[in-house]
């Protein structure tokens, strides 16, 4: 599912937990449960501050920016 809102400029994708760019960097173990940003600008993939190859996550990159934070709320059993 994909949301446009033109007065903002922004695109929200919405994708389950283990599809997509979200889902490959978790299966990669460079995002874990808690907060996470992504960001591609002038070519460059970063996560969580840390420079990441952007050729291997191409196909799910979409447009030449992007910024991804991830808040997920951690529940003690």
């Not at 922004?10 to 994708?15: A, D, G, L």
């Not at 978790?26 to 449960?33: M, Q, T």
């Amino acid at each position: 599912m994909i949301s446009h809102d033109s007065t903002q400029g922004q695109i929200q994708v919405v994708e389950g937990p283990d599809q997509g760019l979200i889902g490959a960097l978790r299966a990669d173990g460079l995002i874990k449960a808690g907060d996470n940003t992504i960001e591609f600008k002038n070519g460059i993939l970063t996560v969580n501050g840390s420079t990441i190859v952007a050729e291997k996550y191409k196909a799910f990159i979409k447009g030449s920016e992007m910024s991804i934070k991830i808040s997920e709320k951690q529940t003690s059993k």
